[in-house]
């Protein structure tokens, strides 16, 4: 059996899941580029209510994706680990190389 297998592909595919939703990768995208942020300035930066972006971070959060920190009355959210760095970094170049096969595939377009 291959990692994969042995993990589970639900997993994979969750965490998939949770990053390829728009307002997620916005939010994950712009923690990683500004650091740590409250959901007030994620959702004065995102132009989103900010219950949107508590759902959401909720959701990211529950995969590991980010971590909060209590800092008196606020709580400020950042991206958990590296791992989550390298996630995105790698498909930024990936779709650099492939982005237009990626726009030209049928199966997954909208």
């Not at 969750?14 to 959702?43: C, D, H, K, W, Y």
Request: hydrophobic share 35%.
């Amino acid at each position: 059996m291959n990692q994969i297998e042995d993990l589970g592909l639900i997993e994979i595919s969750r965490l998939f899941q949770a990053l390829s939703e728009p307002t997620r990768l916005q939010i994950t995208a712009l923690l990683i580029n500004q650091g740590s942020m409250s959901v007030s300035m994620i959702s004065k930066e995102l132009k989103k209510s900010q219950s949107l972006i508590s759902h959401h971070l909720s959701c990211l959060r529950n995969c590991g994706v980010v971590k909060y920190n209590k800092k008196e009355q606020n709580v400020y959210y950042e991206i958990a680990s590296d791992k989550i760095r390298v996630i995105i970094s790698s498909a930024i170049k990936h779709v650099r190389e492939y982005g237009s096969s990626i726009l030209s595939c049928d199966i997954i377009n909208d």
